[in-house]
């Protein structure tokens, strides 16, 4: 940066080819581990009845409805619980794939 600064370089010419690279996959891991934790904390709130109310659907309650029917029908508390970690699986996933894309200390490998 001090040496596009001594040459000439626009502030503008320096955020985008110098600095904006350098921050974009960090700020995409935290973007990314923010919203999978948002997902697993409604989640969690929805369980244990202090989420969106009952008319509203929940990947939470959904799993609190059916830890009553594990014995009899496993689906109704096993299939919320399955899209839970699916969705927060894949965009964890997204997220590291976009951060090697983006990182440019791995561009040459």
Aim: net charge neutral.
């Amino acid at each position: 940066v001090l040496a596009a600064q001594s040459i000439g370089a626009r502030p503008r010419a320096l955020m985008l080819r110098h600095i904006l690279p350098n921050i974009a996959a960090p700020l995409i891991v935290l973007a990314t581990f923010g919203m999978t934790s948002i997902i697993l904390l409604e989640s969690s709130l929805s369980f244990l009845g202090l989420g969106v109310q009952p008319p509203t659907p929940a990947w939470g309650a959904m799993l609190g409805d059916g830890r009553d029917y594990l014995s009899t029908a496993w689906w109704i508390g096993i299939i919320p619980g399955v899209a839970i970690m699916l969705l927060t699986m894949s965009i964890s996933l997204i997220g590291d794939w976009l951060r090697d894309l983006l990182d440019p200390t791995l561009r040459g490998k």
